[in-house]
């Protein structure tokens, strides 16, 4: 079973418009991470934001922000005035620590085209 | 400038060939991964490095082997490399285990014939 989904394969938007990425996940950890990142063309990985799960304040970091929702195991990643340099493969990844060792689980990706 | 390199960027193997992926990083990072990407499908985690010598599975280990004698380089074995280890593999380096986002390398795309 998925334990970190992207419900997203591909999704679009135009520039200047605000997008959203949606994530969900399965945990019984009471602390966890969730971390988001963007893929380029080139294949490099670029860290973009992440969210503790003990902090109830949703995350910012420039254009990017996290709408998370606990209780339902959800997190969203917003992109505000995207631009067509943000597109590429967007990844959440849940990082957990068990019994000492982390544990690190990717989504399969939203591949996003922002349009000019 | 911090950074996390991979070598070789580009391998061609025949199957039963041995394998040597080599992942260096500059920020004296404690923990490094390697994963592997296949096409559709998000980062999975094969192996994760503490520090010198601390070593510990991730979600797929079969069919590879690490070594970490240096803090600053990690390295991933394939022993009588198969088919199916035919992918695209990353090297990432964090600050500290499960507190830090990670760096991560450009990847090796490795292809076994």
């Known amino acids: 079973a998925q334990r970190v989904t992207q419900v997203q394969p591909t999704g679009s938007s135009q520039w200047g418009e605000e997008v959203t990425l949606d994530c969900s996940y399965e945990t019984s950890e009471y602390f966890y991470r969730i971390f988001w990142y963007r893929q380029l063309f080139s294949g490099e990985m670029v860290f973009l934001i992440y969210?503790?799960?003990?902090?109830?304040q949703n995350q910012r970091s420039g254009r990017y922000s996290v709408v998370f929702q606990k209780s339902f195991k959800s997190i969203s990643l917003v992109i505000s005035a995207s631009q067509p340099e943000d597109s590429g493969t967007y990844f959440c990844?849940?990082?957990?620590?068990?019994?000492?060792?982390?544990?690190?689980?990717f989504g399969a990706g939203t591949k996003l085209t922002i349009k000019p | 400038d911090m950074k996390v390199t991979q070598m070789p960027r580009y391998l061609i193997k025949r199957m039963g060939e041995n394998v040597l992926l080599e992942c260096g990083q500059d920020?004296?990072?404690?923990?490094m991964y390697w994963y592997r990407q296949d096409p559709g499908l998000g980062l999975q985690l094969i192996y994760i490095s503490y520090d010198v010598d601390s070593n510990s599975e991730g979600d797929i280990p079969k069919g590879y082997r690490v070594s970490r004698k240096k803090r600053e380089h990690f390295s991933l074995i394939l022993d009588s490399a198969k088919t199916n280890q035919t992918s695209v593999y990353f090297c990432?380096?964090?600050?500290?285990?499960?507190?830090?986002?990670?760096?991560f390398g450009p990847g090796t795309r490795l292809t076994v014939l």
């Open positions: 990432a380096s964090s600050l500290y285990w499960g507190v830090a986002e990670q760096y």
């Open positions: 920020m004296s990072h404690e923990t």
């Open positions: 969210q503790p799960s003990f902090d109830t």
């Open positions: 990844a849940l990082s957990e620590l068990d019994y000492g060792n982390e544990k690190i689980t």
